[in-house]
Every structure is written in structure tokens, then in C-alpha cells.
């Protein structure tokens, strides 16, 4: 199995972008899917997380301006990324559990840098 990034880059504060992150190899079932942040000198942190049912949870410091969505059928999670401000630079990574046919794991990407500059 695995997970592919793609979507950062650089943008202006208060811009957006969007990450996208698919699945792919032998999947049986994807539970919950989410989005983690790594600034430099910190540790990796939650962004976003939802379930296959649809769930969301967001750090407090995203919410209003990210919006986590999946599409099932796509294997795929999606990270609308909104007013974006200094602090939202870092690199994100996308993590999933996957049923594997023989148990669940969790996969990381890659990981994708989003940087904002002023």
C-alpha cells in the first residue's frame, strides 16, 4: 500500500491550497484518514481527521479555515486549506488505517511542503 501527496507549494498569507492524498495496492477497507503537520524545530502535530463514515475533527488551531473531505470511491482524503497564515508552514503529511486483507495498519506519505510567505 501506498499513500501519494500532492498540492503544497508555495503560496501569499491569506491564500489557499489543496493537498490531495490517494491510496493505492491490495485495500480491503480504509477506516480513518487525516492530515499531520511538521513545522521545523517541532514535533509532528494533528491537522484533520476523518472517518469512513465521515467524521470530522480538526486542531483548534485549523478550524474555520481547513475543511478535511474523502472521497470513498477514490481511496482518496483532501485538504482545503484556507487564509493561510506563516504558521501554517511545514510539511503535512497524510495518514490512513488500511485493512489490508490481514489487518489494519497505519500507512504514512511522503509528506508535501506547504510553505506561506508574507
Known amino acids: 500500500v501506498q499513500l501519494v501527496e500532492s498540492g503544497g507549494g508555495l503560496v501569499q498569507a491569506g491564500g489557499y491550497l489543496r493537498l490531495s492524498c490517494s491510496a493505492s495496492?491490495?485495500?480491503?477497507?480504509?477506516?480513518?484518514m487525516g492530515w499531520y503537520r511538521q513545522a521545523p524545530g517541532k514535533q509532528r502535530e494533528l491537522v484533520a481527521v476523518?472517518?469512513?463514515?465521515?467524521?470530522?475533527n480538526y486542531a483548534d488551531s485549523v478550524k474555520g479555515r481547513f475543511t478535511i473531505s474523502r472521497d470513498n470511491a477514490k481511496n482518496t482524503v483532501y485538504l482545503q486549506m484556507n487564509s493561510l497564515s506563516l504558521e501554517d508552514t511545514a510539511v503535512y503529511y497524510c495518514n490512513a488505517n488500511i485493512d489490508t486483507g490481514v489487518r489494519a495498519i497505519r500507512y504514512w506519505g511522503q509528506g508535501t511542503l506547504v510553505t506561506v510567505s508574507s
Open positions: 476523518i472517518t469512513s463514515g465521515g467524521s470530522t
Open positions: 495496492g491490495i485495500i480491503f477497507n480504509i477506516f480513518a
